[in-house]
């Protein structure tokens, strides 16, 4: 019996993969729900002077989960949302309206023509 690999038999190295690859990536440009409910939560809470650890207890959940939601890194339960919202005095509606409002104008402004100027010769008779 050898040592030796046959041959045949190759090393594939294991690489994390980016996303699920079961998850289709979203179009370039497309806001994340996850970003646009962090930003939300962040915006309410900085609005309020209230700390990451003040709202995190209050809503029953780790400072550092809460920090990873506001920076779009985690996508949250409806649960842990909802927590958080009513943490600032939020309803679940509120904080997925502000979101929705926040989208909706995201895509408003990227359908929009560019607004930089044209090169041209206008004559005007």
Do not use: F
Request: aromatic content about 2%; overall charge positive; proline content about 9%.
């Amino acid at each position: 019996m050898s040592s030796h690999t046959p041959n045949d038999a190759r090393v594939v190295p294991l690489r994390p993969r980016a996303g699920r690859p079961d998850t289709p990536a979203p179009a370039p440009g497309d806001p994340l729900w996850r970003d646009l409910v962090g930003d939300v939560l962040r915006g309410e809470r900085q609005a309020q002077q209230r700390t990451l650890k003040d709202v995190a207890d209050t809503a029953r959940i780790s400072v550092p989960y809460l920090s990873e939601v506001e920076r779009g890194r985690k996508e949250a339960s409806s649960e842990v949302l909802a927590a958080a919202a009513r943490a600032l005095g939020l309803g679940l509606g509120d904080l997925l309206s502000r979101a929705h409002g926040e989208l909706a104008r995201q895509t408003a402004a990227a359908r929009r023509p560019s607004a930089a100027p044209t090169r041209g010769l206008c004559l005007a008779a």
